[in-house]
């Protein structure tokens, strides 16, 4: 199986001199994919041949050894011949079916669309994903057909989610740059359709810190993202399976409604085969881990994994004691997570490291660079989104890396806050199955907004008064959204 692609961050190269200006394209585009390109397409209206082909080479180079597909604009012999991922056609380029016969079946195939018309003829014709636009007017594309703004592309969305093409991907173009970004994600998005990502030229190849631009824009383009996978958990109300520890059921349970998901506290794992053909996901939490939890934690992971639901680890207090070790170890033997969760303690004792935790509490030894490293180190070794929590929480697949800077001081004095977060990542990646990351990300925002305006409503005066206040704000924050309500996003701080 090969892995979706990620259009979010979707860089177009430009050979115009005024954009690149005197710098190496190369570079540029190296850069860009050290910020967080997520795929990259080599367009270039002037050069010979010749040239094309080995610029393309060296662009697709680059690109695999980032692991991000690289496209070529126009030419899809050139595509064919240097065997890169596919090739982005214009309306009036080498048409789909030709192209497809040149690229083979598993390529990627990307056609710009300006009208409703042009779409469906698109997606019907088998095109991966469409380049919608142009959105506003630019001086990168002087020739573009109309400006359509982010209505034009939201009318496009819901016709193409209309005509049962709703699982096509879609980009949109023209004159997005970081400040406008989460805007025109956000006013494209129709209710049963929403962008995948943007493309951009210049607000990369034309910035002065080209890595620093495409991390900014694809910290826009996720936090965009966050209201669909909220909304998404609110459409679905997923079962979230919990088997946890003793201290924190019943709050587990309310924070999991609070969040719109179903939740049910289930340690007895032979129920699990069962609860896993809901379409739920599970979270094993071994904060109090016995012999036969463990068990029965090995037999739940086996089931959900048969049956193809998501895993949440929480490997409570993982450093603390030689048992605590030795499940830790057993479980990941066991099977596959989607999420692993834990402060830095928990985290750096799966990296192998030996830290003496003190009970389950977290304290914070390394520096943020050093917690990143760790993070994307265990996300590799176990193929999954790796979530370290602290007054920043770091998250990871192992190759995109993000940061969460909500919170609030009061849910490191209320027990079982890290546990229920567990649960309320459990809702999203659930709901939202095709972008983990993006997901458990999602979750992370919207429990840190909701505890600081907990923290900041009149009648809290410490942990006592947070909780029911915390409780109310989650639920308050998945009403709002699922009414498409999102002024609370102006509160989230993602970056990468
Ligand atoms: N295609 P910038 S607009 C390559 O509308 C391209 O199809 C467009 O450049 C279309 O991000 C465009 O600098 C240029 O505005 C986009
Ligand atoms: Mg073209």
Known sequence: MTAPVDYSTYLVTDSTPGILGDRDLCQVVEAALQG?????????????????????????????????????????????????????????????????????????????????????????????????????STQTKKDTKSIIGPSGVRTILSQ?????????????????????????????????????GVAVVSA????????????????????????????????????????????????????????????????????????????????INMGTVTPDGLKNYVQALEAYNAAGGPVLLDPVGAGATAVRRSAVK????????????????????LHGSTVTQRGVDSDSTLSLAQ???????????????????????????????FRVDNGHELLAQVTGTGCTLGTTISAMIAAYPHDTLVAAVAGTAMFGVAAELAAGRAEVRGPGTFVPAFIDELYGVRKATAENDSRWLSLVKISR
Do not use: W
């Open 330 to 349: 057993t479980l990941l033997a066991a099977g596959s997570f989607a999420v692993i969760k834990g402060n830095e303690g928990e985290i750096q004792t």
């Open 36 to 136: 967080g390109v997520t795929i990259v397409q080599y367009r270039d209206k002037h050069s010979s041949r010749d040239v094309v082909v080995e610029t393309a080479k060296k662009l697709h180079d680059i690109c695999k050894r980032f692991q991000v597909p690289f496209l070529i604009n126009d030419q899809v012999d050139v595509a064919a011949e240097i065997g890169c991922d596919g090739a982005h056609i214009g309306q009036d380029d080498l048409g789909i079916k030709q192209a497809r016969e040149l690229l083979g079946p598993n390529k990627i195939i990307g056609v710009t669309a300006s009208s409703v018309e042009e779409a469906l003829q698109a997606a019907k014709a088998g095109a991966d994903y469409l380049g919608i636009g142009t959105v506003y």
């Open 204 to 283: 990369i190849i034309a910035a002065a810190d080209p890595a620093a631009a495409a991390g900014e824009l694809s910290s826009k383009v996720l936090t965009a993202k966050v209201p669909d996978v909220i909304q998404a958990v609110a459409r679905k109300t997923p079962l979230s399976h919990n088997m946890t520890n003793l201290v924190v059921q019943n709050f587990a349970a309310n924070v999991g409604l609070a969040v719109g998901a179903s939740p049910i506290m289930a340690n007895y794992a032979e129920e699990a085969a069962d609860l896993a053909k809901l379409g739920g996901s599970l979270v």
């Open 371 to 401: 917690r990143a490293s760790v993070v994307q180190s265990v996300a590799r070794a176990h193929g999954s989104v790796v979530l370290m929590t602290g007054v920043t929480d770091i998250l990871s697949d192992g190759r995109r890396t």
């Open 160 to 196: 193409l989610a209309a005509s049962g093409h709703g699982a096509i991907s879609t980009v949109c173009i023209g004159g997005i740059n970081i400040s406008n970004t989460q805007q025109v994600m956000t006013q494209s998005s129709a209710p049963a359709k929403s962008l995948d």
